[in-house]
């Protein structure tokens, strides 16, 4: 019998993954966030733990890298709905279990694990190869639809009224969520048509950021560094380049927290050909191995989010004929760069 270690957020997931293990002769214990993971890991002493990659106070990345730095020697198999973050993991983590999993699945896979052919930890990566969409985007349909079949499984065990009505609307969800990737999908490969008009962007900037909820934040100060002497028009669409802005400082709101600070910046350059909008947040920051794909479609560490925001705001920059760039450092703080052309002089 091996002592096995659930982590995930899910009440329904680690209720399921008892039901797989505990008749296999296992003794499960389940927690739901990183805290518990750590009181776990030293009291319960598990032989095996099953992290979801995504929780809410922490990413399982990061309960991984801590539980390895404070010398936790067990195997760890990260619990993920895609592959994208294999790379991340190596070194800390002997595998992944695929989301949603069989029964079938689950034991050979820990079953595995505890006869040491669970796959050895390698040399921690620094950065994700590649970035695939597509393939993403796949992978959660997979899921989606995975998802489905195993509820399917679970409710020929539970057929009571109760549980009829509880299955519905989990199968529901999968497939809203499954419809909510790929319309964002679609709408990011539809060539984008701008109706443009002069902007003046201190006054686009000014009532972008007013219009936020960022500015109504009462721990949130805003810091205005606008050279507006230097500023050339541009050729734009207001509300596109409004949701530019609010992709940004969506992510700034979220990273800061309740306390913060936001600088926010525009000038142009000596040529007056292009126009440089900046947002620095003082949140904390990311991994180069994030920052160098946050841009792209369905990247996200966060729980129940797609990853989709900063996909759009790069999108209508280039449709703009400009460029987004971040950078970013653990502990402090992000910088989104919004570069933009002037209006031509015909």
Request: contains cysteine.
């Amino acid at each position: 019998m091996a002592k096995i270690l659930v982590v995930d957020d899910s009440q329904f997931i680690c209720n399921v993954t008892k039901e797989y293990l505990e008749p296999a002769g296992h003794s499960v214990m389940a927690v739901q966030n990183a805290e518990g993971a750590f009181a776990a890991a030293t009291q319960y002493k598990p032989d095996v733990v099953l992290l979801d990659v995504q929780l809410p106070d922490m990413s399982g990345f990061q309960v991984c890298q801590k539980m390895r730095e404070s010398g936790h020697t067990f195997p760890i198999l990260i619990m993920s709905a895609s592959n994208a973050y294999s790379p991340w993991v190596h070194g800390l983590a002997q595998g992944f279990l695929f989301k949603p999993y069989t029964k079938t699945m689950l034991c050979a896979k820990v079953q595995a694990v505890l006869q040491g052919d669970g796959g050895p930890a390698v040399k921690a990566a620094t950065n994700v190869a590649c970035w695939d969409s597509p393939m993403v985007l796949l992978h959660h349909l997979r899921n989606s639809v995975g998802s489905v079949s195993q509820l399917i499984e679970v409710f020929n065990k539970k057929a009571d009224d109760e549980f009829r009505t509880e299955f519905v609307g989990m199968v529901q969800r999968s497939v809203d969520n499954s419809m909510g990737f790929i319309e964002e999908y679609v709408e990011l490969l539809r060539p984008s048509e701008l109706k443009l008009e002069d902007v003046q962007i201190n006054v686009w900037l000014n009532s972008a950021v007013a219009s936020h909820p960022i500015s109504k934040a009462p721990g949130i100060s805003i810091v205005w560094q606008i050279d507006s002497g230097s500023l050339p028009v541009v050729s734009g669409e207001p509300l596109q380049l409004k949701r530019i802005a609010d992709a940004v400082l969506n992510n700034a709101l979220e990273a800061m927290g309740p306390v913060g600070t936001l600088t926010v910046g525009a000038y142009g350059d000596v040529s007056r050909r292009w126009v440089y909008v900046s947002f620095q947040d003082t949140g904390e920051g990311m991994e180069n191995y994030i920052c160098e794909h946050v841009l792209e479609p369905f990247f996200t560490m966060k729980k129940n989010k797609r990853g989709i925001g900063l996909s759009w705001a790069q999108k209508i920059a280039r449709a703009h004929g400009g460029e987004i760039e971040v950078t970013s450092t653990s502990g402090a703080g992000a910088c989104v760069l919004l570069k933009l052309p002037a209006k031509s002089k015909k």
